[in-house]
């Protein structure tokens, strides 16, 4: 019997993102996954992440209107998404 690939059985759920954080992402309807993915390709290209601390963001004005102005530890951003997002 061939060897298949595993499905989650999870289906992903798409969700409508506020136009805050599409300022950030850049689309209006994506997964969870995808906005993480998508926030963090944002901090890397504005150099967001703190040079010593690299566990740290530090907010620039569009990020700052999703995530707060203050610094934020890098395991706590998915948490930050959730007021920005609905089940589409």
Do not use: F
């Not at 298949?4 to 689309?27: D, I, P, W």
């Not at 944002?42 to 610094?71: F, S, T, W």
């Amino acid at each position: 019997k061939p060897k298949t690939k595993r499905k989650s059985g999870l289906a992903q759920m798409y969700y409508v993102v506020s136009e805050e954080l599409e300022a950030v992402v850049g689309a209006k309807k994506l997964t969870r996954p995808e906005i993480v993915k998508k926030m963090w390709v944002y901090i890397k290209a504005h150099k967001c992440q703190d040079a010593k601390n690299r566990r740290m963001i530090n907010p620039d004005q569009k990020l700052g209107e999703v995530i707060g102005k203050r610094p934020v530890d890098m395991l706590k951003l998915a948490g930050h998404i959730n007021k920005h997002v609905k089940k589409a």
